[in-house]
């Protein structure tokens, strides 16, 4: 079991932590294949298990819907549907989230959201989770983080961005944060490593210990 100092931190007004929605602050990768599937089904394409979701989807979502077959002018289309099936479904927060965004908020840190989710998506999922109220900003559909993460770096000398994928590492190092990855089933700590992940996590509130 991690041990974590409930101790409000005091010297975090010059941090600034980012981070990612989907499969980071909340667990939703069956929710995502549903709603993928749904898309797919519709169109008469063929709808992904459980291994071959896991393989194959990676965002943007324009991206993959090419790689599985879509016309280019079908993904604004297919994209709207799959972020309303996504808000129709209630998913489940990481471990130690709660605790993790409540203790970082009230030790002044700047905090935010940078995610491909779409807003609707992210709102739906705050008011089902109970998610506290603690972001200083929220940036949703994000379809270029490394220029979202550049825009934001200024706000703080100190920086960090979790996320669950290679891409969201990779961006958060180059636009200059110190990128903490998030290890599940499908993200495993030595890829994460490879892709430039300075710490690896499983539970959000290990998280404070890191940027303390």
């Known amino acids: 079991m991690v041990r974590i100092d409930r101790r409000p931190v005091v010297t975090l007004g010059e941090t600034m932590v980012l981070f990612d929605w989907n499969g980071t602050v909340v667990l939703d990768a069956d929710r995502a294949r549903a ?14 298990g459980e291994a071959e979701f ?25 994209e709207e549907e799959w972020n309303t099936e996504l808000a129709a479904t209630q998913t489940r927060l990481r471990e130690g989230a709660a605790e993790c965004l409540t203790t970082l908020a009230r030790a002044g840190a700047w905090l935010g959201v940078v995610s491909a989710a779409s807003a609707a998506a992210v709102r739906f999922d705050q008011r089902a989770l109970a998610v506290p109220a603690v972001w200083n ?16 770096r200024p706000q703080r000398p100190i920086a960090f961005y979790v996320g669950d994928s290679a891409d969201d590492l990779r961006c958060a190092s180059a636009a200059g944060y110190t990128a903490v990855g998030v290890a599940d089933a499908d993200s495993s700590p030595g890829a994460l490593r490879a892709a430039g992940a300075a710490h690896v996590i499983e539970r959000l509130d290990e998280l404070l210990a890191i940027v303390a």
């Not at 709603?35 to 992904?48: D, F, Q, S």
């Not at 900003?137 to 993460?149: F, N, Q, R």
Request: contains cysteine; hydrophobic residues 50%.
């Open 35 to 48: 709603a993928l599937n749904v898309v797919l089904a519709r169109r008469g394409l063929p709808t992904l």
């Open 54 to 78: 896991s393989l194959r989807f990676r965002l943007p979502l324009a991206q993959l819907f090419g790689r599985l077959g879509l016309p280019e002018a079908d993904h604004a289309a297919a």
């Open 137 to 152: 900003c929220v940036d949703a559909s994000v379809g270029d983080k490394l220029e979202l993460l550049l825009r934001h």
